[in-house]
C-alpha cells in the first residue's frame, strides 16, 4: 500500500510530465513568436509533422489514463511519453540539428584545400576540427604565441587553425582562406571562438 504522500507526489509529477507533453505543440510556433533578440532567427523546429503526430499521440495516453487513473495507467502514460520524446530527438532533431554543427564541414573542406598534404598545418590554441581533417600524420600543435611565431620565421609551418579571437594578437602577417560557418543567432562571443584556416604570408584577395 502506498502511502498518501507517495500517491500525491506521484500524481504532482505525472501532471508536470503531462504538461510538458502538452505543451510540446509549442514547437510549432516560429521562434521569432516567442524569442527575441538574435534568437530569433532560429530555424523552425525539424520535422513539424513528427512534432504532431507525437503530440497527438501523448495526449492520447494522457487521457487515457485521466479517463481511469491508476498506476499501472501512469507507468503506460510517462512511458510512451518518453518514447515519443526519444524518438524525435533522436531521429529528427539530432540529425537535423548537425547541419550547424560548423566543425565538420570546416574540416573537411580544409582537408579538400590542402589535397591531404598537411605536413606544412599546425593549430594554435584549438584541436577542434581535427578529427574531420583526418591527417596522414600528427600535426604540429601551439599554445604559445612565441612558439608559433617562431615555427612561421623558420618556415616550418605555412597554415594554421586558431579561432578568430585569437588571431589579432599574433600581430603576423597573414591571411584567412576559410572560416567556419556563423549564423544570425550566435552571439559575438560565439563568432569570436570559430576556427580559421590561416595562411602564412599577405593576403593576395580578400579574405572571409
Known amino acids: 500500500m502506498r502511502s498518501k504522500l507517495a500517491n500525491r507526489l506521484l500524481a504532482i509529477g505525472y501532471v508536470i510530465v503531462a504538461i510538458s507533453a502538452v ?9 521569432s513568436a516567442i524569442l527575441r533578440g538574435p534568437l530569433a532567427a532560429l530555424p523552425a523546429a525539424p520535422g513539424q509533422a513528427a512534432i504532431v503526430l507525437s503530440w497527438l499521440i501523448s495526449v492520447g495516453a494522457i487521457i487515457y489514463t485521466i479517463r481511469a487513473y491508476r498506476l499501472k495507467r501512469v507507468a503506460l502514460s510517462v512511458g510512451i511519453i518518453a518514447y515519443c520524446a526519444m524518438v524525435y530527438i533522436y531521429i529528427v532533431a539530432m540529425p ?20 591531404g598534404n598537411t605536413a606544412d598545418l599546425a593549430f594554435y590554441k584549438t584541436q577542434g576540427p581535427l578529427f574531420y581533417i583526418n591527417p596522414p600524420a600528427p600535426l ?13 620565421e623558420s618556415h616550418k609551418i605555412h597554415w594554421f587553425i586558431a ?40 593576403a593576395s584577395g580578400s579574405g572571409p
Open 23 to 31: 505543451a510540446t505543440i509549442g514547437l510549432l510556433l516560429p521562434p
Open 96 to 115: 537535423a540539428a548537425e547541419a550547424y554543427r560548423g566543425e565538420k564541414p570546416f574540416g573537411i573542406k580544409v582537408r579538400s584545400l590542402l589535397g
Open 140 to 152: 604540429l600543435e601551439y599554445d604559445e604565441r612565441e612558439d608559433l611565431l617562431s615555427a612561421i
Open 163 to 202: 579561432r578568430r579571437r585569437d588571431v589579432p594578437k599574433l600581430d603576423v602577417a597573414e591571411t584567412i582562406e576559410m572560416a567556419e560557418a556563423s549564423y544570425p543567432w550566435e552571439s559575438d562571443a560565439d563568432v569570436r571562438n570559430k576556427v580559421v584556416l590561416i595562411r602564412v604570408g599577405p
